[in-house]
């Protein structure tokens, strides 16, 4: 999958209002693994970011391309120090915050109140039956 020309132009407008500069960029290729059979294990398709300034690192191989790497890898880059830059969280750490918090365990508190406003409806429930059985009698 090429990456289009257009889409080239908005990462790099993009990279040069955040101030992210190519001089300031290590990048290595690596070897990838995971889907894609012996031709991703051959060639050294996955790439490697480090923004010296910021020494944030990315590591990238979803695709079997090394340029379609090259750009969602400095996609990426653009994104995590932009959220480093205004203090927005991303969206893939929104999703990770989200299913930290679903796994979270409740705490004794919490589930005491649960349990309580659990009881409290039973009782409505109970005395809704008891009222409708005294109305038909």
């Known amino acids: 999958m090429i990456v289009s020309k257009e889409k080239q132009d908005i ?18 290729f690596i070897l990838g693994s995971g ?8 060639t050294s398709s996955c790439v490697y970011l480090k923004h010296l300034p910021t020494s944030i690192e990315i590591k990238y191989s ?4 090394r340029e379609s ?9 653009c994104e995590k120090i932009e959220s480093k830059i205004f203090l927005i ?5 929104k999703e990770a915050y989200k299913i930290k918090k679903q796994k979270k365990r409740r705490s004794r508190k919490v ?7 659990k009881r409290k409806k039973s009782q409505k429930i109970k005395l809704r039956k ?8």
């Open 130 to 137: 008891f009222s409708s059985k005294e109305i038909e009698q």
């Open 69 to 77: 790497n090259r750009y969602h890898a400095r996609k990426d880059l």
């Open 62 to 65: 979803k695709d079997r391309s």
């Open 35 to 42: 889907k894609g059979g012996q031709k991703v294990n051959k």
């Open 89 to 93: 969280k991303t969206t893939k750490e």
């Open 111 to 117: 589930k005491e109140k649960i349990l309580e406003d």
């Open 11 to 28: 990462l790099k407008k993009r990279m040069k209002d955040l101030k992210i500069f190519e001089k300031d960029i290590l990048e290595k």
